[in-house]
Antibody, heavy 123, light 108 residues
Framework: EVQLVESGGGLVQPGGSLRLSCAAS????????MSWVRQAPGKGLEWVSV???????YYADSVKGRFTISRHNSKNTLYLQMNSLRAEDTAVYYC?????????????????WGQGTMVTVSS | DIQMTQSPSSLSASVGDRVTITCQAS??????LNWYQQKPGKAPKLLIY???NLETGVPSRFSGSGSGTDFTFTISSLQPEDIATYYC??????????FGQGTKVEIK
């Protein structure tokens, strides 16, 4: 079964760090475009970051320079290292895989999502 | 960055009604536009990709159209299980990619 399971969320003080993990099963993370999307409490969805299968990475302006997306091929796991956390980073963080169709990937369409992990930044 | 303006922010309709949501991009995004459904406490679900392609397993009462800057999402006959918040999302060229503000659909 194709599945994504996030972990690593929790309560952290402003200025602190946290690393989120997203364990994949049923497919290979390194062969896919993988993104992080977040949702602040009661708010809409915000795309955060993507890592391409070739290794290129991109970030939303709101997290650039503070967050780092990466993957561990042998663990088939995606990560999001979050540093210098702010109150406005409080959200549920989802990892998501880009849609696969007829041998290609629709880079920016997300068909497989994890259940989400909550990050709360507060003193 | 490309901004997405989605409207309305909420709507109330009766079972069986036709429901339409619009999304406008701040610049031409061709057909790089997706639609998602999100129910409370759940992850989003992809319904439509590339403006008009129905994702596998999604009921045919859902449809999308448009290109360039103006896009439309339609539920042809609203069902009770369609109560959710719907989001458009653009992925033109390189990131950053952006979502619309969302439309909460309720039953009248």
């Amino acid at each position: 079964e194709v599945q994504l399971v996030e972990s690593g969320g929790g309560l952290v003080q402003p200025g602190g760090s946290l690393r989120l993990s997203c364990a994949a099963s049923g497919f290979t993370v390194s062969s896919n475009y993988m993104s992080w999307v977040r949702q602040a409490p009661g708010k809409g969805l915000e795309w955060v970051s993507v890592i391409y299968s070739g290794g290129s990475t991109y970030y939303a302006d709101s997290v650039k320079g503070r967050f780092t997306i990466s993957r561990h091929n042998s663990k088939n796991t995606l990560y999001l290292q979050m540093n210098s956390l702010r109150a406005e980073d409080t959200a549920v963080y989802y990892c998501a895989r880009a849609l696969r169709r007829d041998g290609y990937q629709v880079v920016g369409a997300f068909d497989i999502w994890g259940q989400g992990t909550m990050v709360t930044v507060s003193s | 960055d490309i901004q997405m303006t989605q409207s309305p922010s909420s709507l109330s309709a009766s079972v069986g009604d036709r429901v339409t949501i619009t999304c406008q991009a701040s610049q031409d995004i061709s057909n790089y536009l997706n639609w998602y459904q999100q129910k409370p406490g759940k992850a989003p679900k992809l319904l439509i990709y590339d403006a008009s392609n129905l994702e596998t397993g999604v009921p045919s009462r859902f449809s999308g159209s448009g290109s360039g800057t103006d896009f439309t999402f339609t539920i042809s006959s609203l069902q009770p299980e369609d109560i959710a918040t719907y989001y458009c999302q653009q992925y033109d060229n390189l990131p950053p990619w952006t979502f619309g503000q969302g439309t909460k659909v309720e039953i009248k």
